[in-house]
């Protein structure tokens, strides 16, 4: 089995946005890892669905417990663009997920901001990993809203 490394699945989970992007939501892509492979793909889809919870996350940690049958995705990990909300760290919480990487922090929204309890204590955290490529996207998609 060929190993792929976290810039990979970060690589893959900004393509996600891009398609969000495209769809003129908000570019926020995920994608869930399990055992070194790719078993969901999401992005956010709040507009299409005219549904608020349709985050990149909560959609990604949906289809990975349809595809392993699973409701505790412990030994999953969420790549994801943007620093997750509080709702979607909640949901990563209930799910027991392994493991969150996120590129851009959100100092607004993100869940960051409480102090303490919203993520499982076993998952584990990662940030910043291409965070410019991230921001980039997002700061694209503000300046166009504007104009």
Known sequence: MELYSPEYFMNEALKQAKIAFEEEEIP???VMVCRNRIIAR?????????????????????????SLGAKYLTECELY???????????????????????????????????????LHPKTKISRGLME???KALLDAFFKKLRN
Request: charged share 20%; proline share 3%; glycine share 10%.
């Open 28 to 30: 926020v892509g995920a």
């Open 80 to 118: 994801v663009t943007l620093e997750p909300c509080v709702m979607c760290a909640g949901a990563s919480f209930w799910a027991q997920l392994g493991g969150i990487h996120f590129a851009a922090s959100d100092p607004r929204r993100g869940y960051g901001r409480l102090k303490e309890g919203v």
């Open 42 to 66: 999401a992005y956010n889809q709040t507009e299409k669905l005219t549904d608020v919870t349709a985050h990149a996350e909560i959609l990604a940690i949906t289809a990975a417990s349809n």
């Open 132 to 134: 410019k490529e991230s």
